[in-house]
């Protein structure tokens, strides 16, 4: 047996491949239930939702062993040219693509299946952020090299919100964690927060006055009180402009670029609105599924919010609510655990990195994955607006379920050749 080959089936990290499959199985199975069709009962039947899912696993997984197969220090030298391929699509998707649910973001392919590119966008936007990150004397705490980072991270954001698909988009501020982790400073952080509660606030309060005031008036108080620090008075004058400076952007976004549909989603979540036969309907269907599970569920095929339809979107979004309903808390725990999990051992993947470029890019593939999951189970029991993003390798979706293959099969290469450097 050659060294490769000893390497392919001895350093592979096993567990990640375990929790990997565990996910597709239970995803399939979920979807299997949801949309189940008597007239069309196989897995392998291309007319129903479930049996076109259990090809994509069958794909993805074919896709993940030939990744498994490459030469580690290609998928960095690559890495500029995924992501300008995934830009391309994402131009392309504009012009030609195919229009559901009020988003352009699918370019329609043969057979009737259906490409995203936002959904490779991010771990097309993970290997080049990992590629230049880990470059020589690159520091994310000076100001260009922040600037850089940030405009691989945005790029691909201001493309993915043309479309507009506002949940895709959002996906990719998770990307700060990464940022944080290689020096930037935690104040950034605080300011995300900061951001996030003026979001809130802006439209909540619907009062610009007030808002803008109460930031100037704190602004003053401070510069008063440490009035003779001039470099604090100043960051203050600053930080206090782009306060303001987000809150009438803000204020813009959410009068004139919003669509309905996605205005009223917040509002309901904010609790400015209540309509619970309208646009909140598929949020409430998904929290009376889950909470009619109980304890231990009430069988699998046997959910009756399932069976007769009642909740919209549920092999896609609200698939989750189908493992509340069927499985219980037990089975919703279960579920959880296993993505606390995987994400818990992408962490401790990245932390045995002897390469710079290989532990960037799992904390890119952590914060990601991390991030569907909080949004779109969120989502389910409506404490976040219905943004529409899927569980990842749970929900419904090829484009879906073959980005998170790729994202998770290239840090298991990258971690079995951990021993070896790769260089930028």
Request: charged content about 10%; aromatic content about 12%; proline content about 3%.
């Amino acid at each position: 047996m050659s060294n490769q080959q000893r390497s392919f089936f001895f350093n592979v990290d096993w567990l990640t491949v375990l929790i990997y499959l565990a996910l597709c199985a239970i995803g399939v199975l979920s979807i299997h239930s949801a949309v189940f069709d008597p007239k069309n009962s196989s897995f392998v039947d291309l007319d129903t939702n479930y049996g076109k899912q259990f090809i994509f696993v069958i794909i993805a997984i074919v896709l993940g062993i030939f990744i498994l197969l490459l030469e580690s220090r290609f998928l960095s030298a690559l890495a500029p040219a995924i992501y300008t391929i995934t830009v391309l699509l994402l131009l392309l998707v504009l012009v030609v693509g195919r229009n559901v649910g009020g988003n352009q973001a699918w370019i329609s392919l043969p057979g009737g299946f259906r490409l995203q590119p936002s959904e490779f966008a991010k771990f097309a936007t993970c290997l080049l952020l990992a590629r230049y990150l880990s470059g020589a004397n690159i520091k994310v705490t000076e100001i260009k090299s922040f600037a850089i980072a940030a405009g691989i991270i945005f790029f691909p954001m201001v493309l993915i919100l043309l479309q507009p698909d506002a949940g895709s988009t959002l996906v990719f501020s998770s990307l700060i964690f990464v940022l944080y982790r290689e020096g930037l400073s935690p104040y950034f952080l605080i300011l995300e927060g900061l951001f996030i509660a003026l979001f809130v606030l802006t439209i909540k309060l619907n009062n610009l006055p007030i808002i803008v005031g109460g930031i100037i008036l704190v602004a003053v108080i401070i510069i008063l009180l440490f009035r003779r620090n001039r470099q604090l008075m100043l960051t203050v004058l600053t930080g206090a402009g782009i306060l303001v400076a987000f809150v009438f952007s803000v204020q813009f976004l959410y009068t004139k670029v919003l669509k309905p549909h996605q205005k009223v989603r917040i509002d309901i979540v904010l609790g400015i609105t209540n309509d619970l036969r309208g646009k909140g309907y598929n949020v409430n269907q998904s929290k009376i599924a889950i909470g009619s599970g109980k304890l231990w569920g009430k069988g699998y095929m046997k959910g009756t919010q399932t069976k007769y339809s009642f909740v919209p979107e549920q092999s896609t979004d609200f698939i989750f609510c189908t493992v509340g309903e069927e499985f219980g808390f037990a089975g919703s725990v279960v579920v959880l655990g296993l993505y606390l999990l995987l994400v818990l051992r992408i962490i401790y993947i990245a932390e045995r990195q002897r390469s710079p470029f290989s532990r960037i890019y799992a904390y890119g593939v952590a914060s990601v994955i991390f991030f569907h999951v909080v949004i779109n189970i969120g989502m389910t029991i409506g404490i976040v607006p219905s943004i529409g993003i899927p569980l990842p390798l749970i929900s419904y979706g090829g484009s879906s379920l073959i980005s998170f293959t790729v994202m998770i099969f290239i840090l298991i290469k990258l971690d079995s050749n951990r021993m070896g450097m790769i260089y930028a």
